[in-house]
């Protein structure tokens, strides 16, 4: 089975624009949650999707929204961009609920300038 | 809510020789998991070992294991016979049993580096 994917692998972008990042989860994966890798906070949990409904969010600003398609797909979009949205995010699929284990995917580097 | 502890930032081990990496976390619950996650330089995240707190005997996986010490809340890893692949940075994670919670909360993660 392919692993998760994640598109783009790196991004450069400006302060004020926005970006989308793209995950495919593992084919039969139904959730698909959502983290913030940065040297200074660590990883952080950002959101989880299920059956193309948020089930789950952390204590992240509204500038950081996802959705999720009907093909389980996940996207996540972050606003007004900031400095500090500089980090590596991580997508990691599971089949459906906490007793699944999370596969990860090679993350999206977004580079804020 | 939950909190998960790696005081050790980094740890160093002689190829071949055995080290041991310790993780301790704070909850109130008492189903739930631990996850150990391993990330090389190429920062992909990768599942090392899984212990559900509901079991009493500690999950191996060829040359990696836990000592899970559910009263103490502590969960630490083992890997024997350290190879150069193992060079990474480890994450210890926590996830609740509760509702469909799939969040992980990660520990601040451990440098290991591998002494050829």
Not at chain 1, 34 to 39: I, S
Not at chain 1, 79 to 86: I, K, P, V
Not at chain 2, 41 to 58: D, G, H, T, W
Request: net charge positive; charged share 20%.
């Amino acid at each position: 089975k392919a692993g998760v994917t994640q598109t783009p692998r790196y991004l450069i972008k400006t302060r004020g624009q926005q970006v989308t990042l793209s995950c495919s989860p593992i084919s039969g994966h139904r959730s698909v949650s959502w983290y913030q890798q940065t040297p200074g906070q660590g990883l952080q949990f950002l959101f989880e999707y299920f059956s193309e409904t948020q089930r789950n969010k952390g204590n992240f600003p509204g500038r950081f929204s996802g959705r999720q398609f009907s093909n389980s797909r996940s996207e996540m979009n972050v606003s007004t961009l900031e400095l500090g949205d500089s980090a590596l995010y991580l997508c990691a699929s599971s089949l459906e609920g906490a007793s699944d284990t999370q596969y990860f995917g090679p993350g999206t580097r977004l580079t804020v300038l | 809510a939950q909190t998960v502890t790696q005081s050790q930032p980094e740890m160093s081990v002689q190829e071949a020789e055995t080290v041991t990496l310790s993780c301790t976390y704070d909850t109130s619950e008492s189903d739930y998991y631990l996850f150990w996650y391993k990330q090389p330089p190429s920062r992909q995240m990768i599942l090392v070992i899984r212990q559900e707190a509901y079991k009493q005997q500690n999950a191996t996986e060829n040359r990696f294991s836990v000592n899970f010490q559910k009263a103490a809340k502590s969960f630490s890893l083992k890997i024997s016979d350290s190879q150069l692949g193992d060079a990474a940075m480890y994450f210890c994670a926590y996830r609740s049993e509760e509702g469909a919670n799939s969040k992980l909360t990660f520990g601040k993660g451990i440098t290991l580096s591998v002494r050829p």
